[in-house]
């Protein structure tokens, strides 16, 4: 069985931390480099849920999308919410690691993870990397669908291939209007507008819309939103980011068994539409 140290030489293969943004907070926030790995538990957030599944599992590694502490902290007590999972973490022998935006930029990343669960065909980067001269890496994916479908049918398509959440799916634009193009961004998507435009694609698939960019960009363009919960939306990466754990674990002989969570840490509980009863 590998040690900490060489699973997570990998991991850091996979998403070179130093592809970050420089705002963020990616890498390895406990664990001892020596200690062994059998199992491995990837999930999005690094949420008490997660751990209290980790040590269920008797996973030694967890590996999440979102940073524990991404602005600092002052204090890890254990009677503070992330504070808490550090005690249980350490307690139980469990090692955190984070890919974030060292992930989404990835060859394959968060995006081709969304593209794939939608069922589209990857064309290139939204933004992309300066630094690959493979042109493959970058922020989004531009994509293409089998066949054009209505806004109201791509987006029911969404809804059916993304975790469910109680936000679902919100569209905006006209649900009549014809698809063939589409942009995707796992995670909060509404500083994309621009690029977004500027491919001319006829949907933008993302999460965490805003009203006052989502009303400027309905009024510069006939863009079709698709808007989807941020966790849903960043969910896929875990499966195939297992699938490349899975694929190192193999080449090595390590053996390692990779579970990905399924618990919804979805934030929101439900959803009620709004207006007066009939």
């Known amino acids: 069985m590998p040690r900490l140290s060489e699973v997570l030489a990998e991991l850091d293969t996979l998403w070179p931390p130093e592809r970050a943004e420089q705002w963020d907070a990616v890498g390895t926030v406990c664990g001892d ?7 491995v538990l990837f999930a999005v957030d690094p949420v008490q849920d997660i751990v209290d599944e980790a040590v269920e599992l008797g996973a030694e590694l967890i590996v999440t999308h979102h940073p524990l502490y991404l602005r ?3 204090t890890v007590a254990a009677s503070t919410f992330k504070g808490r999972a550090v005690h249980t973490l350490i307690k139980h022998d469990i090692a955190l690691h984070v890919a974030h935006t060292n992930a989404d930029t990835a060859d394959p990343g968060v995006s081709d993870a969304l593209a794939g669960a939608l069922g589209l ?13 493979a042109g493959r890496r970058g922020l989004g994916r531009i994509c293409e669908l089998d066949r054009p479908a209505t806004l109201r049918d791509f987006a029911a398509r969404v809804a059916h291939r993304l975790p469910a959440t109680a936000q ?19 995670g909060s998507g509404d500083s994309l507008f621009d690029q977004v435009r500027a491919a001319g694609v006829d949907a933008f698939v993302t999460a965490d819309l805003r009203h006052h960019p989502v009303s400027e960009a309905t009024h510069h363009s006939p863009l079709g939103l698709v808007d989807a919960a941020h966790w849903a939306t960043e969910w896929p990466w875990c499966e195939q980011a297992a699938a490349q754990l899975d694929e190192i674990s193999d080449r090595h002989g390590w053996d390692l068994r990779v579970h ?3 618990t919804v840490t ?12 009939n």
Do not use: E, Y
């Open 33 to 39: 480099p020596d200690a062994s790995v059998t199992r």
């Open 260 to 262: 990905v969570s399924k």
């Open 121 to 133: 065909r990857i064309v290139r980067p939204l933004v992309p990397d300066p630094t690959d001269p």
């Open 168 to 186: 679902g799916i919100r569209i905006a634009g006209d649900p009549a209007a014809l698809v063939r193009t589409v942009a995707v961004s796992g």
């Open 266 to 277: 979805d934030p929101w509980s439900a959803h009620l539409s709004s207006g007066a009863p």
């Open 72 to 74: 600092g902290t002052t």
